[in-house]
């Protein structure tokens, strides 16, 4: 099963306070371990909002809204991509996330579409489509 772990923005993160080098030292530590255990997928921190963009959709065509954002609670300041057996799993892995600092913060657990969950509405056909690009896409990362 795949999860999403979403890390939310901070007043500080939006700020474009960088993590100290103690915080670093410990998420690179951190990432080793789920590396190590062969669950780590992804992980990535994001820049602040003022640096990023929203497109909104409506019937009568698209808007860009440029960042930032003023939801900070809304905002995602990093994410990690868990390949793990089950949400408890996940939940056990966040558990163990460095806070060296003590701040309040929040981390969102999501887990990811699988292809069976869209029951009969992804066909053989578009499974074997969605296949090809997966391949072409990671073709083309080499």
Known sequence: MR???????????????LP???LLTEMGAFNEKLVNAGVLLAGEG???SSKGARVKFSASGTTVVDGPFTETKELIAGFWMLD???????????????????QESEIEIRQVFEAA???DNLTPELLEAEGNLRR???????
């Open 117 to 119: 969950d869209f029951g």
């Open 20 to 22: 100290s080098e103690r």
């Open 84 to 102: 793990v057996k089950s949400r408890d799993e996940a939940v056990e892995w966040v558990r163990q996330v460095p806070n060296p600092d003590g």
């Open 46 to 48: 994001l820049l602040d």
């Open 136 to 142: 072409r896409a990671a073709e083309q990362r080499k």
């Open 3 to 17: 999860f999403m772990v979403l890390i939310k923005a901070t007043p500080e993160t939006e700020a474009g306070v």
